[in-house]
């Protein structure tokens, strides 16, 4: 027992007594028997480490950050982006002339099937903060600017768009796009332009053109009593109140004389003439064409033989095409919001040929080729007309008129391919 008692106890480390295995002290050397070890001093080569780690840290965010803030940015938006650089901030918005700060996010055409239509896309671009028109200063730091139509079901219709420039015809917006389309069914095309800025910013407007079709009801002399002006009138009066808006309506005229005016005042109708055995559809009356809508009315194949007056008057869209204007003290009048275009017609011995007088209206067409202005007074009278799209009379004959063209309002109009007799 005694043995096993002397191997639980320890010696004590000074003296050698023994001691029991719990005794932190030596009663007989009065020494502390506990045992140290010695402790190194903390290394500072971790807090080198550690320091090195935060500072690659902190120094690669300011190089991120820095490169963040410096590199290419794209923006993308649907009918508006806010720009923002050195100079201030801009707005670029796909708009209306009547308002240029409301994004037009999307528009929607009605189109008569495989008939062509032309439409603008127009870009302003506006000092946010006090609106004014910024599209000069901004187009300097435009690089290139493209348009383009995202790829159409071939069997829907066929779009395409213009590249991007300014235009006569809409002289506040910095850009325009001139959208070519057909239609036969209906459909939706995504339009993106995209502007590639000199600092290497890429700016992306996008627009949804939705074209719905047009359904065209054609009317021969079979179809509808027309053989007189009092049958075509109540023929016009009908179908002005019971066709849809957007029908495209067609009157086919018989080879007869009317004698008379007739007034379509409500929506469009197409009116075409006919010929056989010498003998062509015409009026002798005036023609008042004032319809509510934007669309044009088509006028062909018809002479106008009168003994003053005016042959056509006209205070919305026309097109009048392959007509003879005679005797008349104005043969074609373009009044109050009416863009008329006068193609292929004869206009003769009238006091005045073709007056354009329109404070208002969207420009159809630049285009009075064909014509053949004889022995008028004053073939050409331009005393206003709402855009300063440059008229161009190619191909057009003067002769034996007292003035040919006279520019009252100073518009622009391309002559150099005009005849003058």
């Given at each position: 027992m005694r043995g096993e008692d002397m191997e639980r106890n320890q010696r004590c480390p000074r003296c050698g007594a023994a001691l029991p295995e719990e005794a932190s002290f030596c009663p007989f050397c009065a020494g502390s028997i506990n045992r140290r070890t010695a402790v190194e001093p903390p290394s500072l080569r971790g807090r080198r480490v550690l320091r090195a780690l935060l500072f690659s840290a902190v120094l690669a965010a300011a190089v991120l950050a820095v490169f963040l803030l410096t590199?290419?940015?794209?923006?993308?938006?649907?009918?508006?982006?806010?720009?923002?650089?050195?100079?201030?901030?801009?707005?670029?918005?796909?708009?209306l002339p009547e308002n240029r700060y409301e994004a037009l996010a999307e528009q929607s055409f009605h189109a008569a099937e495989g008939e062509p239509y032309r439409v603008p896309s127009r870009l302003y671009i506006n000092h946010t903060d006090s609106g004014a028109d910024a599209g000069q200063l901004f187009l300097q730091k435009v690089d290139s600017a493209t348009a383009e139509l995202l790829p159409l079901d071939e069997s829907l219709g066929t779009v395409s768009c213009s590249a991007p420039a300014p235009h006569s015809a809409a002289p506040d917006a910095a850009l325009v796009s001139l959208v070519d389309f057909t239609a036969r069914d209906d459909y939706t095309a995504q339009m993106v332009w995209t502007l590639h800025m000199t600092n290497?910013?890429?700016?992306?407007?996008?627009?949804?053109?939705?074209?719905?079709?047009?359904?065209?009801?054609?009317?021969h002399p079979e179809d509808a009593p027309m053989e007189t002006l009092a049958d075509l009138q109540a023929l016009v009066d009908e179908l002005a109140e019971t066709a849809e808006p957007y029908d495209k309506l067609n009157l086919f005229l018989p080879p007869v004389t009317y004698e008379g005016s007739l007034v379509m005042e409500e929506r469009p109708i197409n009116l075409y003439g006919s010929e056989e055995n010498g003998r062509r559809t015409t009026f002798?009356?005036?023609?008042?064409?004032?319809?509510?809508?934007?669309?044009?009315?088509?006028?062909?194949?018809i002479d106008f033989v009168g003994d003053g007056g005016v042959g056509i008057s006209a205070s919305a869209r026309l097109w009048v095409e392959d007509c003879t204007f005679t005797g008349w003290k104005t043969g074609v009048l373009g009044y109050g919001d009416a863009w008329v275009n006068v193609i292929g017609c004869?206009?003769?011995?009238?006091?005045?040929?073709?007056?354009?007088?329109?404070?208002?209206g969207a420009a159809s067409h630049s285009m009075y080729n064909d014509n053949r202005f004889v022995d008028n007074g004053t073939a050409v009278l331009l005393e206003r007309v709402p855009t300063d799209l440059t008229l161009n009379f190619q191909d057009s004959l003067f002769s034996g008129n007292g003035t040919d063209i006279d520019n009252l309002c100073r518009q622009p109009i391309d002559i150099t391919q005009a005849v003058f007799e």
């Amino acid at each position: 027992m005694r043995g096993e008692d002397m191997e639980r106890n320890q010696r004590c480390p000074r003296c050698g007594a023994a001691l029991p295995e719990e005794a932190s002290f030596c009663p007989f050397c009065a020494g502390s028997i506990n045992r140290r070890t010695a402790v190194e001093p903390p290394s500072l080569r971790g807090r080198r480490v550690l320091r090195a780690l935060l500072f690659s840290a902190v120094l690669a965010a300011a190089v991120l950050a820095v490169f963040l803030l410096t590199r290419p940015r794209v923006y993308d938006g649907v009918g508006e982006v806010v720009y923002t650089d050195a100079d201030g901030t801009y707005q670029l918005v796909l708009a209306l002339p009547e308002n240029r700060y409301e994004a037009l996010a999307e528009q929607s055409f009605h189109a008569a099937e495989g008939e062509p239509y032309r439409v603008p896309s127009r870009l302003y671009i506006n000092h946010t903060d006090s609106g004014a028109d910024a599209g000069q200063l901004f187009l300097q730091k435009v690089d290139s600017a493209t348009a383009e139509l995202l790829p159409l079901d071939e069997s829907l219709g066929t779009v395409s768009c213009s590249a991007p420039a300014p235009h006569s015809a809409a002289p506040d917006a910095a850009l325009v796009s001139l959208v070519d389309f057909t239609a036969r069914d209906d459909y939706t095309a995504q339009m993106v332009w995209t502007l590639h800025m000199t600092n290497g910013d890429t700016i992306r407007l996008r627009q949804e053109l939705h074209v719905a079709l047009i359904h065209t009801y054609n009317y021969h002399p079979e179809d509808a009593p027309m053989e007189t002006l009092a049958d075509l009138q109540a023929l016009v009066d009908e179908l002005a109140e019971t066709a849809e808006p957007y029908d495209k309506l067609n009157l086919f005229l018989p080879p007869v004389t009317y004698e008379g005016s007739l007034v379509m005042e409500e929506r469009p109708i197409n009116l075409y003439g006919s010929e056989e055995n010498g003998r062509r559809t015409t009026f002798t009356g005036t023609l008042r064409v004032a319809s509510r809508d934007s669309w044009i009315t088509y006028i062909q194949g018809i002479d106008f033989v009168g003994d003053g007056g005016v042959g056509i008057s006209a205070s919305a869209r026309l097109w009048v095409e392959d007509c003879t204007f005679t005797g008349w003290k104005t043969g074609v009048l373009g009044y109050g919001d009416a863009w008329v275009n006068v193609i292929g017609c004869t206009l003769a011995d009238n006091e005045i040929g073709f007056h354009f007088n329109s404070e208002e209206g969207a420009a159809s067409h630049s285009m009075y080729n064909d014509n053949r202005f004889v022995d008028n007074g004053t073939a050409v009278l331009l005393e206003r007309v709402p855009t300063d799209l440059t008229l161009n009379f190619q191909d057009s004959l003067f002769s034996g008129n007292g003035t040919d063209i006279d520019n009252l309002c100073r518009q622009p109009i391309d002559i150099t391919q005009a005849v003058f007799e």
